[in-house]
């Protein structure tokens, strides 16, 4: 790839927890990669609509108030009709452990609860991206 | 051995930029500004507490946020805590009610009764309250971007029952400028959402005295990464806006400073937060006194709840959560403060669970009944460290009320993102800092153990739960009189229209139970919706 790899970081439904966001954009951006943050309630829609406007590599998504699986079923619906399954889906937050076999059939390869760490993701990023 | 090179002197700077020193001395109290703001407990300017005899009189609130499923599983879990012995109730709402939205609303998939009570109608507040004496237990609604329709409904609700609003006690939180930096439930955009806070302290003024229509949270912004000083200055600076709106309106100072409260943090530093509260209440009641002209002593009080610690909590080796719950209850004590909650070990994880629910109230319990944190007023009074940090304290927070000002004023500030921004760079300053290893968290970057043995129950969701709440609120839109909420609703639009005090129109609208959706719809039609400055 001859450019940076651009990542799309969203925060989809009603939680309005954006400390954790708003760190890992940092930290991604610091890292080299294009960020683009998308503010809080994004719905499935306008985080795919997102996505396909920003050419995103990366569809990075931070849930914090226990909605995750509900919202990541609703946003593979829409990233797959975009043509977006190919991306590199990736998810952090407060997310149980026992959550993740299914969030990972739901597409979201890269799950990072609260408590990782941010060289963690970037690494992940740079080893995952095709 | 030359005494830089030894560690011990090495300067050692506390959260909010204040270098501390290794021993203090009556000097330093002197060089810091001396004593004049010490006083008296319960005398001006109140450096020492706002009553005379705090704790020896009554101990602090206890009031654990709780909330969560229908009204009729939270009236369940607030009888199980009044039982335990809490005094007060402090309702955590589920997002769709936060952000104004019906529980059958598209956006609120997934999300009804998953973080807190699912409300619709007023008809789930009568279920909530069900069996609790309002004048007898004090509720808190911790509700900003809907307060003012939340408070109609309680109001509602009150005057429903046969309580006499003019002796009815209660706090909303109410405090939409904070919401715009952390916590994020706005609905709608600064300036109507600030003339909708100037709506209720208005109408609480007149009708509702005793009831406190403000809660000022510092503690979310300090959640988002502010420092100690700028969580009291940021908070400080918005009560100050809320503040101007009501007298803009024509009120007098003293018919409403004194039902405005503050909700505050108290994880960190045990000294530094310590002295941010006494700090606090002096620099307010100079505040009140000289900038506002207030006269009633009770203007002058920063009342509070000083409680949560969200941020100090950590997943890795939960049940240091509790250990550290007691020591941010020692805080909260030391601090003087009114009420106290504290965040449940189990909350990196879960909504708590009853029993982490009881861990928190017993532990408020142990030091009222145990530790003798009730003897004596302001045991800390007269410690050289703590005198001097206190005025050092006051001296950070003035600078940086100070600065908003020149910058153009909290306002301006918070609807641009700069503040947003600001605290959001220290947040990743403070998450660089735990990983080079510079600011130590013990089980997280020191003491670490590689296979977690505490099991966290978590709370379970059921979503037919969320779709037994969709059923209720049709059946009531089925069976109540819906031209009467017709009427309702159109006079909301055009109280809110004509810039009028719509807190009439939203009380009468919530008595012919028109929905919490319903009224936001009506108020959006008008005012608008926020739209998020992106800064990160």
């Known amino acids: 790839m001859n450019r940076p790899i651009r990542i799309v970081v969203a925060k989809p439904g009603l939680d309005g927890h954006d400390r954790g966001a708003k760190v890992v954009a940092r930290a991604l951006k610091d890292a080299g990669f294009e960020v683009i943050y998308t503010g809080l309630r994004q719905t499935p829609e306008s985080i795919t609509r997102i996505a396909l406007d920003e050419d995103a590599d990366v569809i990075a998504v931070s849930s914090m108030a226990g909605s995750h699986l509900p919202l990541c079923a609703q946003l593979k619906a829409r990233l797959e009709e975009a043509g977006l399954g190919d991306k590199l889906w990736i998810i952090g937050g407060n997310l149980p452990e026992q959550d993740a076999p299914r969030l990972r059939e739901l597409g979201f390869k890269g799950i990072f609860p609260t408590g990782s760490r941010l060289p963690d993701i970037v690494n992940y990023i740079r080893e995952n991206v095709q | ?536």
């Open chain 2, 1 to 536: 051995m030359n005494p830089r090179d030894d560690p011990a002197l090495r300067p050692l700077i506390n959260e909010s930029g204040i270098e501390i020193k290794p021993v203090y001395t009556a000097a330093d109290v002197a060089a810091s500004g001396g004593t004049a703001m010490i006083g008296l407990p319960g005398e001006y300017p109140f450096t020492r507490g706002i009553h005379p005899l705090m704790f020896r009189k009554r101990p602090w609130t206890m009031r654990q946020y709780t909330g969560f499923g229908s009204a009729r599983d939270t009236n369940r879990r607030f009888h199980y805590l009044i039982a335990n012995g809490q005094t007060g109730l402090n309702v955590a709402f589920d997002l769709p009610t936060q952000t104004g939205l019906d529980s059958d609303d598209p956006l609120s998939e997934g999300e009804v009764g998953r973080v807190g009570m699912a409300v619709d109608t007023l008809r789930d507040f009568e279920i909530a309250f069900e069996g609790v004496d309002l004048d007898a237990i004090t509720v808190s609604l911790t509700i900003n971007g809907a307060a003012a329709i939340l408070i109609a409904m309680y109001l509602a609700l009150a005057e429903m029952r046969g309580y006499d609003l003019k002796r009815l006690r209660g706090t909303a939180q109410n405090d939409i400028l904070k919401e715009f930096i952390g916590r994020g439930t706005w609905v709608f955009p600064v300036e109507p959402s600030l003339k909708l806070v100037g709506d209720t302290i208005e109408y609480c003024a007149k009708e509702a005295p005793k009831y406190t229509p403000v809660s000022v949270c510092g503690y979310h912004i300090r959640e988002s990464g502010a420092t100690p000083a700028q969580e009291i200055a940021y908070a400080f600076c918005i009560a100050r806006a809320y503040a101007d709106e009501a007298i803009r309106r024509g009120l007098a100072v003293d018919e409403f400073a004194g039902r405005l409260s503050y909700n505050f943090n108290i994880f960190g530093n045990i000294f530094e937060q310590v002295a941010k509260f006494r700090a606090a209440r002096g620099l307010w009641a100079t505040i009140m006194k000289e900038r506002y002209g207030a006269r009633d002593p009770a203007s002058m009080l920063m009342r509070m709840i000083a409680g949560g610690g969200g941020s100090g909590l950590t997943r890795e080796q939960p049940e240091l959560n509790i250990v550290r719950g007691a020591y941010y209850g020692l805080i909260s004590a030391l601090a003087g403060a009114q009420t106290m909650a504290l965040c449940c070990f189990d909350e990196a994880y879960t909504i708590p669970t009853e029993y982490a629910q009881r861990i928190s109230l017993r532990t408020m319990q142990l030091l009222i009944e145990e530790m003798g944190l009730c003897d004596t007023v302001d045991p800390l009074a007269g410690s050289y460290y703590v005198e001097t940090l206190t005025n050092q304290m006051r001296d950070k927070i003035e600078a940086i009320m100070a600065d908003v000002d020149a910058r153009g004023g909290i306002v301006k500030l918070v609807a641009e993102g700069s503040i947003q921004a600001e605290v959001s760079a220290q947040a990743y300053a403070h998450e660089k800092a735990l990983e080079d290893g510079t600011l130590r968290k013990v089980g997280v970057n020191c003491y670490r153990i590689e296979e977690e043995t505490a099991k966290v129950e978590c709370h379970p969701y059921r979503e037919e739960d969320a779709r037994a709440q969709v059923a209720a609120l049709r059946r009531m839109r089925a069976e109540r009189d819906n031209a009467g909420v017709q009427r309702a609703l159109e006079r909301v639009h055009r109280d809110a229209k004509a810039g009028v005090n719509v807190m009439p129109a939203l009380i009468d609208a919530v008595k012919a139970y028109a929905s919490v959706g319903e009224l936001t719809r009506e108020m959006v039609a008008v005012y608008g919706r926020y739209r998020e400055p992106i800064r990160f």
